[in-house]
């Protein structure tokens, strides 16, 4: 009987995993890796605050492409939802935890499906951290000390932690002040007040540290540094979009300039009817990845160089409860958004010394922190990532980075990975935010319940072929 492994459970591993058992068409055993606090849940779903919001309303959070509803039926059946209209829960943006409650009953019910469906599943609370790859075989090296032999791999282990920042004193970042996961509950709960804390980055995890470190009673300012300093925009009306711009896209190559001057056009209309620039960034989502992958790689470096800050604002947007909770800090003078480069972080004694430059007072400012917590988004070059797993398979040969360091490079049609010598492996797919590179969106539930099913039906058909059925 063939073995599947699937590396990492979070949204991604857990909904090929249910799409797996779902598409069955002869037996075969599962084997599903991750540690037993993110099992199901990943990072997203496991917030430090039962505050903590999603990002994208209710309606559009199905787990599944072909039940677009299944997530808010989900919650209009839950008791503490009793009595509240289902277009207002629709358009709610809910507690994240909710989601993870929501992945783990999925999950509960395909595991009682399993058995009749013929499929063995066998749950590793463990991380791996060694692969060995041949033309018939993967195997897996757990810390636990336990080996996993599978005849295809799925590597689902999502985003990595942030980069550390360029700076000499790298000594620092092994400093109990210096916060290098921002989504571990730690981080928010430790500073003591005595000095106000840094927050390094400007996006949603920016806005998820400063919230939940106000309701862990921390009452000092609070500061964020970024070279660009743009205020986190908020989401608009859900149920207001703008779609004149479908109909530009076509499939054959269109220049980056082109392309350009098509949203320069749409926002300019979308502006004149009252509608903000980010709703038509919103309505290019749809055909973003093909977009990117015709893009030339010179275009691509462009892009992230001047555009990349425009589209990540415009793009990744906060619930406007959580941007009012913000402004009302600001107003208050207990949060300040700096604009500017880090230079350097030193200790001293009960706390640390912050350079940067200024970008808006033209002038290097030097401050003392009680803590730096490091919210800068997960560091995409997996040669400065912190897993031993993925660094310790490029160097082998076994995967290789796309060619810009976003993440891994792998085949956007069947999600089989690369290896050293760019030919795909038939064994070994890869799914979720390490496929930035290769597609642009690669992060969202609305990409990766596609890329689930993608990749189980891939599988199933695979199997069947392998045992000649
Ligand atoms: C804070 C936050 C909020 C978000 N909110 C939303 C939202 O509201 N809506 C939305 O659509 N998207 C949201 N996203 C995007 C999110 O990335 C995806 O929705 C999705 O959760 C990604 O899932 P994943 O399984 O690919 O990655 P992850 O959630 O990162 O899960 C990867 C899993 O792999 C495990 N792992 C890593 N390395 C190993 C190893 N070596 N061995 C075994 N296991 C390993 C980890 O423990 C983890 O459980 C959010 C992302 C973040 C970070």
Same mark, same amino acid.
């Given at each position: 009987m063939k073995t599947i492994a699937i590396i990492g459970c979070g949204f991604s591993g857990t909904m090929t995993a249910i799409q797996l058992i779902k598409n069955a068409a002869e037996p075969f055993s599962l084997v599903l890796i991750d540690h037993p606090g993110h099992f199901?849940?990943?990072?997203?779903?496991? $917030? %430090?605050? !039962?505050k903590q919001l999603l990002n994208v309303t209710a309606a559009r959070m199905s787990a599944f492409q072909d039940k677009p509803d299944d997530f808010l039926n989900w919650v209009v059946g839950r008791e503490e939802f009793t009595g509240i209209h289902r277009d207002v829960l629709a358009n709610t943006y809910l507690p994240r935890y909710f989601y993870g409650e929501y992945l783990e009953s999925l999950w509960s019910e395909a595991l009682q499906s399993s058995i009749a469906q013929n499929v063995t599943v066998s749950i590793k609370h463990a991380l791996a951290t060694g692969m060995e790859v041949s033309d018939q075989e993967i195997t897996l090296l757990l810390d636990n000390d336990e080996k996993v032999t599978a005849q295809f791999g799925v590597i689902a282990t999502g985003n990595c932690l942030p980069g550390n920042p360029d700076i000499k004193n790298t000594g620092i970042f092994n400093h109990p002040r210096y916060y290098r996961n921002p989504w571990d509950a730690y981080a928010v709960k @430790? $500073?003591?007040? !005595?000095f106000p804390v840094l927050i390094l980055g400007n996006g949603l995890t920016m806005a998820d540290t400063v919230l939940g470190l106000v309701e862990n009673g921390f009452d000092n300012e609070i500061h964020t540094l970024s070279p660009h300093g743009f205020t986190t925009l908020q989401h608009g009306q859900p149920a207001i979009g703008y779609t004149?711009?479908?109909?530009?896209?076509?499939n054959n190559r269109q220049s980056l300039t082109d392309l350009l001057r098509i949203v320069i056009k749409h926002i300019r209309l979308a502006r004149n009817q009252g509608l903000t620039a980010a709703t038509v960034i919103d309505a290019i989502r749809p055909f973003t990845q093909q977009i990117w992958q015709n893009l030339t790689i010179r275009e691509k470096r462009l892009f992230l160089s001047r555009l990349r800050h425009l589209w990540d604002t415009a793009r990744h947007r906060i619930p406007s409860q959580i941007h009012d909770k913000l402004m009302k800090l600001e107003a208050s003078g207990k949060l300040y958004l700096h604009s500017g480069k880090l230079i350097e972080i030193t200790e001293d004694g009960d706390c640390l010394i912050v350079r940067f430059f200024d970008h808006q007072k033209q002038l290097t400012q030097e401050m003392r922190f009680s803590a730096v917590i490091n919210? @800068?988004? $997960?560091? @995409?070059?997996l040669m400065k990532a912190e897993s031993g797993l993925l660094k310790k398979c490029l160097v082998n040969g076994i995967l290789v980075q796309d060619e810009l360091n976003l993440g891994i490079a792998t085949d956007p049609k069947t999600f089989e990975v690369y290896d050293g010598l760019h030919e795909s492996r038939r064994n070994l797919f890869a799914i979720g935010p390490l496929l930035k590179g290769v597609l642009?969106? %690669? @992060?969202a539930v609305k990409e990766l319940r596609e890329q689930a099913e993608a990749i189980s039906k891939l599988l199933i058909n695979k199997i069947g072929q392998s045992s000649g059925g």
């Open positions: 199901n849940r990943g990072i997203a779903y496991n $917030p %430090s605050s !039962k @430790t $500073p003591d007040l !005595k004149a711009i479908a109909g530009e896209f076509h919210c @800068t988004g $997960p560091v @995409t070059d642009w969106e %690669s @992060t």
